[in-house]
C-alpha cells in the first residue's frame, strides 16, 4: 500500500484548500482513511477518518463544520476540503490507511498507532 497526499499550499485565513490522498492497493475500499496532522514542535494531532464505505466520519472537534472528508472508492483517492482556514491549521498533513477490513469504531480510530501505512505529509500554510 502506498498513499500518496497533495493539494497543500499556502492560502490566507479565510481561504479554503482540497486536499487529495492517492492510495495504491487492492484493499483500499475495505480498509478507513484518515487525516492527521502535525504543526512544528508540537505532536501528530488526527484531524478526520471516513470509514471503508464512506457512509460514517468523525471529526477531532477544532475543524467541526469547516473541514470534509470525503473519499471515491472506485478511484481509490479520499479528499480532505477544507474551509475557513485558520492560521492555527498550518501544519503537515498526513493520510494514513488502517487495516482493520470493514470495521469502523471511530474512538479507536483517533490515535496513529490504529493506522498502517502512511502517506508523505503535504504542507498547509495558513497567514494571518
Known amino acids: 500500500v502506498q498513499l500518496q497526499a497533495s493539494g497543500g499550499g499556502l492560502v490566507q485565513a479565510g481561504g479554503s484548500l482540497r486536499l487529495t490522498c492517492a492510495a495504491s492497493?487492492?484493499?483500499?475500499?475495505?480498509?478507513?482513511i484518515a487525516w492527521f496532522r502535525q504543526a512544528p514542535g508540537k505532536e501528530r494531532e488526527f484531524v478526520a477518518v471516513?470509514?471503508?464505505?464512506?457512509?460514517?466520519?468523525d471529526y477531532v472537534d477544532s475543524v467541526k463544520g469547516r473541514f470534509t472528508i470525503s473519499r471515491d472508492n472506485a478511484g481509490n483517492t479520499v479528499y480532505l476540503q477544507m474551509i475557513s482556514l485558520k492560521p492555527e491549521d498550518t501544519a503537515v498533513y498526513y493520510c494514513?490507511?488502517?487495516?482493520?477490513?470493514?470495521?469502523?469504531?471511530?474512538?479507536?480510530?483517533?490515535?496513529?498507532?490504529?493506522?498502517?501505512?502512511w502517506g508523505r505529509g503535504t504542507l498547509v500554510t495558513v497567514s494571518s
Open positions: 494514513a490507511q488502517d487495516q482493520t477490513n470493514y470495521y469502523f469504531v471511530p474512538d479507536k480510530l483517533r490515535i496513529p498507532g490504529a493506522y498502517e501505512y
Open positions: 492497493g487492492r484493499t483500499f475500499s475495505a480498509n478507513n
Open positions: 471516513i470509514s471503508y464505505s464512506g457512509r460514517s466520519t
